[in-house]
């Protein structure tokens, strides 16, 4: 058998001895003996097949959403597909899937924040975990200016009689994709270096909309008119971006949270436009996290009156919901992280700004200033 391949089946026990609990693992060994497993130093060899074996089987994923009816999502998504190293995988509910390494492009014909729960649909039908979910899609504004922008989702200030108007679910959130503050950066340097600024503005958005989703997750997205959904350069752009974000290249992966060896403070935003301008001065700066970003629309706070009181039980709205959600959610994309809240003060009328305060202390939130989060 010299300089061949055998194969090994190694059996071992788990513990206590019962038949459910038996394991087998077949693979091959190149160029060397059957390995007989049994107690003493063999043990680290159980451990070390234990472990690969259920990295196999639970394999974690980054799941890349598109849809044909959108140019701002199909373009992007075809000029990544274009890239090597692309090859089919199997359909999920009638919907085409790619796949690239730790990444998975899933298609669908219909409305990118409509399709609900497609990371729990995409481990349903391959047995794969997903990790987090990057949604590629159209940006619209009143104001038409072409724009690259990232941003996460939900729409934690509706109260539940209330009908989300661009999908998800009243109450509720996704957790905050990690890359979100380092793909800013890195959408910024990359739109620069292809002549796409000043004419497209890079920018933040605010969380808002659906689809429902438990994963954490973000939304990249093209605008803000026809003519610059289509723009093959945008889509360039936007590829390029997911393809050097996600290692895909070679290179080392932007934003990967369980890699971070930086301050290990997260930004969660409060009040301000929906573009954040303070909060994304923070965040373009290097080894900056970003979590939630709540916008004043997202705070429905009702004016207390002419006693203009702050105590936070005299002061209706879902605001404390929509904070909560947004700081429960996260804390969960950020494990071992110190979510750290940042306002925009001036946003804010005094009461407003008063009771934010001070339910923020209650709830053991301190208040960050930029310096704080870099």
């Known amino acids: 058998m010299k300089g061949k391949e055998r194969c090994v089946l190694v059996i071992f026990r788990l513990k206590n001895d019962h038949p459910a609990l038996w394991v ?48 701002a999502s199909i373009g992007p998504a075809s000029a990544l597909l274009a890239m090597p190293g692309w090859y089919p995988g199997p359909p999920v509910q009638g919907m085409a899937s790619f796949v690239n390494k730790g990444a998975r492009l899933l298609k669908h014909e219909n409305s990118i924040v409509r399709e609900d729960h497609l990371d729990k649909r995409w481990e349903e039908a391959t047995g794969e975990v997903v990790d987090e979910v990057i949604f590629l899609s159209k940006h619209t ?35 905050p994709n990690p890359r979100i503050g380092p793909w ?18 890079v920018t933040l958005e605010a969380t808002h909309h659906g689809p429902e989703i438990n994963s954490p997750t973000m939304f990249v997205e093209i605008g803000s008119t ?41 930004l969660l935003g409060i009040g301000g436009g929906h573009y954040a301008p303070r909060h994304m001065d923070i965040a373009l700066k290097g080894g900056v996290w ?66 934010i305060i001070e339910f923020l202390a209650e709830q053991s939130i301190q208040i ?7």
């Open 368 to 374: 960050g200033k930029p310096k704080d989060f870099c």
């Open 24 to 71: 087998r693992v077949g693979q091959f060994i190149p160029r060397r003996p059957t390995i007989a497993l049994g107690l003493g130093p063999a043990a680290t060899t159980i451990r070390a097949v234990s472990a690969h074996f259920s990295k196999l089987s639970r394999e974690m994923v980054t799941l890349v959403v598109a849809t044909t009816v959108d140019p």
């Open 184 to 201: 800013l950066r890195l959408l910024k340097a990359i739109a620069e270096s292809h002549n796409l600024t000043p004419e497209f503005e």
């Open 226 to 266: 026809e003519e610059y959904w289509k723009r093959q350069d945008a889509a360039q752009a936007i590829a390029l971006l997911v393809w050097e974000g996600l290692g895909l290249g070679g290179g080392a992966a932007v934003g990967d949270w369980s890699r971070n060896d930086a301050p290990n403070k997260i």
């Open 290 to 355: 970003v979590g939630h970003l709540l916008s004043g629309y997202s705070l429905p706070m009702e004016d207390p009156g002419q006693s203009k009181q702050t105590n936070v039980e005299t002061i209706g709205g879902t605001w404390r919901e929509a904070i909560k959600v947004a700081l429960e959610t996260t804390k969960v994309a950020f494990p071992g992280g110190e979510v750290m809240a940042h306002l925009d003060h001036k946003s804010f009328k005094s009461w407003q700004r008063n009771a």
């Open 141 to 175: 504004a009143v104001s038409n200016r072409p724009a690259l922008t990232v941003h996460p989702i939900g729409v934690p200030h509706l109260r539940e009689d209330e009908v989300p108007p661009a999908g998800g679910k009243p109450g509720w959130a996704a957790p």
